[in-house]
C-alpha cells in the first residue's frame, strides 16, 4: 500500500530533487494515496514530463517538475496518471489463449480442446516384405518387356 512517504521518495528518485515532507506536501501527497497513486505511477508521471521536456522546450520547461506543479494538484496528477496506465495497457500485448482443462476428480488434468494425436499403427514386418516381393515382380516383368 501507498503512503506520503513512498510517493515522495518515488518523486526524489524520479526527479533527482531532494525535498523534505513538509504539511502541505502531506497533505497533496495524502489526496494522491487516496486516489490509488503507487511510487509506480509517480516514476511514470515524472518520466513522462521529462519526455515532453525534451520534445516540447518552449511548453515544458525544467519547472514543469518542481513539486508544486507536478506533485501539488491531486487532479492533474490523477488525470495524468489514469492516461498513462491507460496507454501501458494498451501497449501491452493480448493475452495468449489457455487451452481449457477438465480434471478427472483424480488429480490428473486433460486439455479439452487440443487436438488428440492418433496412435501410429504398427505394420507386421511380413507385410513390408510381401509388398517388396510384390514390387521386385513387378519391375522384373517390367525389364523383360
Known amino acids: 500500500m501507498s503512503t506520503p512517504q513512498l510517493l515522495l521518495a518515488a518523486y526524489v528518485a524520479a526527479t533527482g530533487i531532494p525535498v523534505t515532507l513538509s504539511q502541505t506536501r502531506e497533505m497533496s501527497l495524502t489526496q494522491l494515496v487516496q486516489v490509488g497513486a503507487t511510487p509506480e505511477d509517480v516514476w511514470a508521471v515524472i518520466t513522462e514530463l ?83 516381393d510384390a514390387l521386385s515382380q513387378e519391375f522384373g516383368k517390367r525389364r523383360l518387356a
Open 50 to 132: 521529462k519526455r515532453l521536456m525534451k520534445k516540447k522546450p518552449e511548453v515544458y520547461d525544467s519547472g514543469c517538475l518542481e513539486f508544486r506543479r507536478c506533485m501539488a494538484d491531486p487532479d492533474r496528477f490523477e488525470d495524468r496518471m489514469l492516461r498513462l496506465r491507460q496507454e501501458a495497457l494498451r501497449k501491452r500485448p493480448a493475452a495468449k489463449p489457455v487451452p481449457v482443462q477438465r480434471n478427472d476428480g483424480l488429480g490428473t488434468f486433460t486439455v479439452l480442446d487440443a487436438p488428440v494425436p492418433e496412435e501410429p499403427q504398427r505394420v507386421d514386418p511380413a507385410v513390408i516384405a510381401q509388398g517388396f
